[in-house]
């Protein structure tokens, strides 16, 4: 089992930044394929990007070219830098872990562990 503490969250402007990371605990962290999802409220959580223990990146449409995963192994931790924000991106984000799968990295079922989330509010 994996803890997961999420950080970074606030309130911004339409056009701002944030960069949220995820502190991870409790099993070797660079053996994990990595996520961050959002749920805004009364929506379904939907995948936002994935990393996997390889390296290689996963975006959804809605934020490529915007939002960068990465993770430092060295400090256990993953990051999702957000730039161009838009109102639209206003979720509560979430990080997960995930060891061993071969389903694509938005499948929400596929992960085993999740943090508490973190709240992001964009004004327009």
């Known amino acids: 089992q994996v803890h997961l503490a999420e950080s970074g969250g606030g309130l911004v402007q339409a056009g701002g930044s944030l960069r949220l990371s995820c502190a991870a605990s409790g099993r070797t962290f660079s053996r994990d394929d990595m996520g961050w999802f959002r749920q805004a409220p009364e929506k379904e959580r939907e995948f936002v990007a994935a990393?996997?223990?390889?390296?290689?990146?996963y975006y959804a449409d809605s934020v490529k070219g915007r939002f960068t995963i990465s993770r430092d192994n060295a400090k256990n931790t993953v990051y999702l830098q957000m730039n161009s924000l838009k109102p639209e991106d206003t979720a509560v984000y979430y990080c997960?872990?995930?060891?061993?799968?071969?389903?694509?990295?938005?499948?929400?079922?596929?992960?085993?562990?999740w943090g508490q989330g973190t709240q992001v509010t964009v004004s327009s």
């Open positions: 990393v996997r223990s390889g390296g290689i990146t």
């Open positions: 997960t872990a995930r060891r061993g799968s071969t389903d694509w990295v938005g499948r929400i079922p596929s992960y085993d562990n």
